[in-house]
């Protein structure tokens, strides 16, 4: 499985999905707003309304937090 996880300093929420992913051993490539892509960037990859973190898994897009979280216990992955 392939994780990719775009965060912002400061979100408690990029902390706590990527600490999920991190907790059940998944290794994940992480990319920060303003190191390896700017916010108009993300909204053109994810949508004007999204918030971070937005989770990716093999090529789809899983949302957010509360999304991704939700996903993984529905199949099973944590």
């Known amino acids: 499985m392939n994780f990719s996880v775009y965060t912002r300093n400061g979100c408690p929420y990029c902390s706590k999905v990527k600490a999920v992913i ?5 290794k994940f490539s992480e990319y920060r707003l303003d190191t390896h892509f700017d916010r108009q960037g993300f909204y053109e990859q994810f949508g004007a309304a999204s ?4 989770v990716i898994l093999d090529g789809k ?3 957010g937090c509360t999304e991704t979280v939700l996903y993984l216990r529905e199949n099973n992955l944590i």
């Open 22 to 26: 991190a907790g059940k051993g998944y």
């Open 51 to 54: 918030t971070f973190p937005q």
């Open 61 to 63: 897009v899983l949302g």
